[in-house]
Each structure stands twice: as structure tokens, then as C-alpha cells.
């Protein structure tokens, strides 16, 4: 369990440092482009935001496969009688769909890999929400994260 609960800590301020360094760039360009591109700004932030959690994703997916495969304290299975090979793509696949707390069921994490998988849904759930905030901000024609903002 101590295993699961370093590498958590671990993805969670590697992921953490990604995003709050994506919402930090996007705010500064938006500070250096003016108050006159709003529409320009919006798209920078969806983009840059959109970008930043399927790289987050991604992370998890690392850590999941280092998790299981490297240190073996968990796996992931496919729920049912039959036996499914679960492929880089199907972990990456459930981190986005766990990440985005959907949580669809189709794959499911056993050990000490469930832990880790309810570490991937709260912390995306503080990521997406940061963006959300971030997002509206930038909508109202504010530059998040800056003194003037």
C-alpha cells in the first residue's frame, strides 16, 4: 500500500506542476495579447486547457503501467468470464474516462491499483474544476493568475 500511496503523491504534483504551468502561460499571453482578442483568448485557453488534461491523463497512464506491470501491486481487468489481454491503449483509455470521473465500468482496477484510480478521479475532478474557474474567467474578459486579474 505504501507503494500506491508515493506513486499518488508523485503523479499528483507532477500533474499539478502541468497544469498549474499551462494555466500560468496561457494567462501571461493573455495578459501581453490585450483586452481586444477575446475570442482568440478563449481559444488559447480551451486549447491549451484540453491539451494539459490529456497530457495529465497520460501521466496517470504511466503510472498505472508502472504500477501494474513494473512493481505488480494491481492490474487492470476486464469485467466478465472471459480473459481480455488490457493494452497500453485500454489504460490510457480508462485513465481519461477515470480522469474525467465518467467512470463507465467497462474496465475494472483490482489491488492496490484501485487506490491509485480513486487518487486519478478526485484529483482530475480539482483539475477540470480549476479549469472550469479559469475558463470563466477568461470569458468575462479577466487574465487569471496575474495581480490585475
Known sequence: MIQAILLSILVVAICTAIHYGTLKTVS???ARGGNTKRGR???LTVGAVTTAHVIEA???TAIFLWAARGLGIGELNVP???TKDVGIMDYFYFSLVNF???GRGDLNPDGHLRFITGIEAFHGFLMI???GSFMLQVMGGKVPLTESG
Open 28 to 30: 501571461d499571453a493573455i
Open 41 to 43: 483568448h478563449l481559444a
Open 58 to 60: 497520460l501521466v496517470y
Open 80 to 82: 466478465g468470464p472471459e
Open 100 to 102: 474525467t470521473t465518467l
Open 129 to 131: 474544476t480549476a479549469s
